[in-house]
């Protein structure tokens, strides 16, 4: 039990848990080598590489861009405010959200709305459940389904 600050001039190891009844602040990198539990949000404020999969089970909200080099599976909402780019599959179970470009290297499969602000770019196969909106361009290099409603203010 520690009452007052702890300072470490070198490696600190742990061969134990940790646990932190406040706030904690990482000024440099953060490595985590097996899972990592967030119970309530997780708010990243710039960039976010994941390089294998990404499991989502309620709300993603990113306000810069997110690169998933593998697949991205979101049980709820997905909010993207700058420029979302999956390189294999992406998978919405709710509404999606991108403000700006949309790119996916594989398939997409939105269960519910799926709204672009900008561009999108689909490789593979797209299909959308419910309503799909394009405020802009969308260039589909293979089958595109839609099983409701399909909405475009400008080229398709």
Excluded: C, H
Aim: hydrophobic share 45%; proline share 0%; glycine share 0%.
């Amino acid at each position: 039990l520690i009452k007052r600050n702890l300072e470490v001039m070198s490696n600190l190891i742990i061969n134990n848990d940790l646990i932190v009844d406040n706030n904690q602040l990482v000024k440099r990198d953060l490595t985590v080598n097996s899972n990592l539990m967030v119970n309530n949000d997780l708010i990243v404020d710039n960039n976010q590489l994941v390089k294998r999969d990404l499991t989502i089970n309620s709300n993603l909200f990113v306000n810069n861009d997110l690169v998933v080099d593998n697949n991205q599976l979101v049980k709820r909402n997905l909010t993207v405010n700058s420029n979302l780019l999956v390189n294999n599959d992406l998978i919405v179970d709710n509404n999606q959200f991108v403000k700006r470009d949309l790119q996916v290297m594989s398939n997409l499969v939105v269960n519910n709305d799926l709204i672009v602000d900008n561009n999108q770019f689909v490789k593979r196969d797209l299909t959308v459940n419910s309503n799909l909106v394009v405020n802009n361009d969308a260039k589909i290099d293979k089958n595109l389904l839609v099983k409701r409603d399909l909405v475009v203010n400008s080229n398709v």
